[in-house]
DNA sequence: TTTCGAGATTGTAGCGCTCTAAACGTCAAG
DNA sequence: CTTGACGTTTAGAGCGCTACAATCTCGAAA
């Protein structure tokens, strides 16, 4: 496992050291022949150069860690994507920590990039402390994504909730439906920012009257039971505004359960368009936002700090999108209270 | 940005750096006074022990490196929990690259930790050559997870297809089924030995005659165009077995929009235990793998290499389990043809 | 021919740490 | 009082590389 050193190669090369170093960095100003001399020893040496002496000697490390608060949920997946391609267009490198969904796993993640000496540090849905991510700060350059942060030395990246919850509202009363009713996350992050998004556009509207939230938890079954809730209304709603797609599969499962058609007698949207709404069987109309795109902005903010030295705080905020598809649908509602009427 | 050094907390401690070194490796020979001291004078000025100095000296890292094929796959986090608990318990940390579900991203990905000197290379899922893994193992310990290697440096860790295709075919045999028919995963990976297993299975239950593959590509429009074929045929199966669960869903779909009931007319049974199967609205009967414990299995085999200095290959195979919910059930044939026969 | 300068190459001092061997008490036994 | 042993502390030589300044080369201009 003894690998060769830059040493062995200058020797094989019959050059120094220090023109190798200049070769493996791709410097310009080499003869070309050397340069193909240098490379055919390195070659057949086997050699790969030494990360960590080099950055030790050149205190740069060209490398961005990428802290997720949980690998398990593909969210964070499309992001990394982002972050890994805008950070290799810029020649740096990315290494993934992982959050371990707890306040201590990020923290200890953190910590094993500081100690690596990383550039930047791009967090994910961190749940660790503003304090903490300060603290970081004083040792790189931070971007966090999904979460607001006072400090100066922090830029983020965030989603305009207000927006994406308009967009829901603003389509089903496009649809003609007025009982919207909302399935929030209870406590869950980002689950107050939706909910009070939904209680806004309702009242833009002029929906004020029908504002109706029930608690769920951003999960399958709590969305079931929200919807089981919903059902028993002596005025159902023909429409369901679920806070994210897992609960709005629940409460899908629900309303069919009860005999009824989506989106005809009900209508049913979700929120982060994950690739559970886009399976064929359930064809969710949701709110898509655009994880790649934080990825790619957030790598930028943070080479901004990193390459040209920027030191005040940017806060990003990028637009959702609606996805349209099975699950939402014109409302039957007026012609039927109409028949009531007549 | 300018770190705290080894150097100044000495000074600052009014000791020598080899001691500072000591105590920071929480070495057993150091006064109580002196360790104290140290330990103080580093709190006060935020030492940060640097990784990079530190492994180029000691020539080890205590570090694995874990590259997974794709990101997105759910599949993969449960195994990196299962490597990151069991390489903290032995005072290892783990840093993750993601292959971007291409074999030139895990040849990055694995380039990069190498330079980096990790101690062991984690792959899981990996598509690289195996002639690629050969030539890692030079420089670091290197265990796959979920492919085979005949290299003698390379451990490996698997499931036992052959057992979990068994464990189908033996729950619907179980439950009256005869023509059981498979969705397989065409040409994606592992699809092959699934494929083999369903026949074995089907040949030692007797029921050689009712083999039956339909070509699918472990996709969800790939399981409904699978199924929409079965169900044309003269005799349809009253059992389908797809390769992994979202073929599954998909030939569900199918199925249901058919105007028949799974089970009662169809049973459908999965492979992999996804999320997906586990909701409540699809409720699959799947076959699932001990993922978090291929991460541990993974990570023991190559801290056996790594602390224990073995050189032989282990492979170690684990056992699937079945997982029964909703989408298996007894089969309706036997009445049936009794009632033709009459 | 001499001079000059731009490009190519090299010597070497670190980067911040670990590790080995040696030095330094300190104290009980001789 | 000397010696030796033991536990603690330290000096200093690297680890493999980069960065900077110094040096070398060689053709073009004077």
Known sequence: MAQPTMQQVAEAAGVSTALVSLVMRGAPNVSDM?????????????????????????????????????????????????????????????????????????????????????????????????????????????????????????????????????LVIDHLVGLGHRRISHIDGGS???????????????????????????????????????????????????????????????ALDRVEDAGLEVPSDVAIVGYDNTGLAAMHHLSLTTINQPRGVFGRIATELILERIDDGRTTAVHHVVAPTLVVRKTSGPSTETSREEEILV
Not at 50 to 56: C, E, Q, T
Not at 68 to 91: R, T, Y
């Open 188 to 250: 869950g992050a980002g689950a107050a920012n939706r909910r009070l998004g939904y209680e806004e556009s309702m009242r833009e509207f002029g929906l004020g009257e029908f504002i109706n939230t029930v608690r769920g938890d951003f999960s399958e079954s709590g969305g079931y039971n929200a919807a089981d809730e919903l059902l028993t209304l002596h005025q159902r709603p023909t429409a369901i505004f679920a806070a994210n797609d897992l609960s709005a599969a629940g």
């Open 34 to 166: 050397r340069r193909a001399l240098v490379l055919k020893a390195a070659e057949e040496l086997g050699y790969r150069p030494n990360v960590l002496a080099r950055n030790l000697a050149s205190r740069r490390t060209r490398t961005l860690g990428v802290v997720v608060n949980d690998l398990h949920n593909p969210f964070f997946a499309e992001i990394i994507d982002g972050i890994q391609s805008a950070a290799e267009a810029n020649g740096y490198r990315i290494l993934i920590g992982n959050g371990q969904h707890s306040r201590r796993g990020e923290s200890d993640a953190i910590e094993t990039f500081l100690q690596l000496r990383v550039d930047g540090l791009i967090l994910a849905g961190a749940v660790v402390t503003e304090d903490e991510m300060e603290r970081a700060a004083k040792s790189a350059a931070v971007v966090a994504i999904g979460r607001t942060a006072a400090s100066r030395e922090i830029d983020t990246v965030n989603c305009d909730e207000s927006v994406g919850t308009r």
